[in-house]
Structures are given as structure tokens and as C-alpha cells.
């Protein structure tokens, strides 16, 4: 089943972008989220994301496999 993920537009203290899942308990508010699409996968999502903000970063609580430290 695909799902909506979101990305951060406000830069993280880190300079990173994160993205997040629909509905994350760490998601930021509406007006600071960009969409980024639905898709299958996070991996995906992560390449999309990439194509707005090259930082783009997971967020470490709904996409922990693309969390990176800086
Ligand atoms: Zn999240």
C-alpha cells in the first residue's frame, strides 16, 4: 500500500531537510510541510524528496533506515 510522505521545508539545526510519514507524531506543522508524493516504498520516497531538498534526511522516529547523522 503506498504511502504520503512529507518534507520538512524548515532546515533542521542539524541543515538537514526531514522527511516524514503522514501522520508521524514528529511531523512539524501543516504550514511548514512540502508533499512529497505517495509511494511503496521509503526508499522511494527518499529519491523524491532528494529532488527538492538534496539534504533531504529521514526522520528518525517513522523512517529510521535513512536517519543519518551529519
Ligand atoms: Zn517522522
Do not use: R
Not at 3 to 13: C, E, G, L, N, Q
Not at 14 to 35: K, M
Request: charged residues 25%.
Amino acid at each position: 500500500m503506498a504511502v504520503k510522505y512529507h518534507i520538512h521545508t524548515k532546515m533542521m539545526a542539524s541543515g538537514d531537510h526531514e522527511v516524514h510519514v503522514e501522520g508521524c507524531d514528529w511531523c512539524p506543522p501543516d504550514d511548514q510541510l512540502c508533499c512529497v508524493g505517495k509511494f511503496e516504498t521509503s526508499k522511494q520516497a527518499m529519491e523524491s524528496a532528494k529532488k527538492i531538498y538534496p539534504d533531504a534526511n529521514g526522520c528518525h522516529h517513522c523512517m529510521p533506515e535513512h536517519y543519518h547523522l551529519p
